[in-house]
Nanobody, 124 residues
Framework: QVQLVESGGGSVQAGGSLRLSCVAS????????MGWFRQAPDKEREFVAY????????DYADSVKGRLTVSRDTAKNTAWLQMNSLKPEDTAVYYC?????????????????WGQGTQVTVSS
């Protein structure tokens, strides 16, 4: 079992920045690939970014490419999502997730463990 706890959400104006954190506990975090997803009201949960266990490879949704950056430090059991140039359409609950496997990393079914989410609100 892995437990994930997100933090760092809040309210910002368009163009602002936030840094989300995801702290893991339980089974060895370094074994796991990490993903970030978000869910806006009345919408499906959607892929934002992922980073593989070594940290060498990342991938992003087109809507966030160039503005959001995912990183991790396995020694600290922590992953981050740096969010710059935020837009109102980025408003959502953001979730981190992880898996010890490798399957469809851009989909929610590709992950075994999820955090509780942190709210990000961007005003125009």
């Amino acid at each position: 079992q892995v437990q994930l706890v997100e933090s760092g959400g809040g309210s910002v104006q368009a163009g602002g920045s936030l840094r989300l954190s995801c702290v893991a506990s339980g089974r060895t975090f370094s074994w796991h690939n990490m993903g970030w997803f978000r869910q806006a009201p009345d919408k499906e949960r959607e892929f934002v970014a992922y980073i593989i266990r070594s940290g060498d490879t990342t991938d992003y949704a087109d809507s966030v490419k160039g503005r959001l950056t995912v990183s991790r430090d396995t020694a600290k059991n922590t992953a981050w999502l740096q969010m710059n140039s935020l837009k109102p359409e980025d408003t959502a609950v953001y979730y981190c997730a992880c898996t010890s496997g490798w399957r469809a990393p851009r989909t929610t079914s590709g992950y075994d463990y999820w955090g509780q989410g942190t709210q990000v609100t961007v005003s125009s």
